[in-house]
């Protein structure tokens, strides 16, 4: 989101993180929530859809996709985020600690670990 933020000119945020380092985004943010992924396939514990894929399985979900569709998907990569660096170079432990308590919900929802 950080990078998407930062360097898409068209994002509503864009002109207010665009000069912060990662950790001054995340002190951001925590002031400044975000909607949770959670939120977006759930409401008061009902889910809205059958199916959850986590984007590092996309090569899976996008086989069963087409074997229950009978289709063939082509899906292009677009909306790419320009990392400056390998995500995990973002972090120091501060910054794993505060991003799992902002994102606390979506980490067991999604059953990531921290």
């Known amino acids: 989101m950080y990078e998407y933020m930062k360097y898409n000119e068209k994002h509503f945020q864009h002109k207010i993180i665009k000069d912060m380092c990662f950790k001054e985004y995340l002190l951001w943010r925590k002031v400044n929530r975000s909607k949770l992924q959670k ?3 759930y409401t008061d514990d009902f889910k809205l859809v059958n199916d959850i894929f986590k ?7 996008v086989s ?7 289709i063939n998907l082509n899906i292009p ?3 790419k985020s320009k990392r400056d660096k390998y995500y995990i170079n973002y972090y120091d432990n501060d910054d794993f600690n505060l991003v799992y ?3 606390k919900d979506d980490f067991i929802t999604f059953k990531y670990d921290k």
């Open 101 to 103: 308590d902002l994102y």
């Open 77 to 79: 990569i677009i909306n």
């Open 39 to 41: 939120d977006f396939f």
């Open 55 to 61: 984007i590092e399985e996309l090569s899976n979900a």
């Open 64 to 70: 069963i996709i087409e074997k229950r569709l009978q």
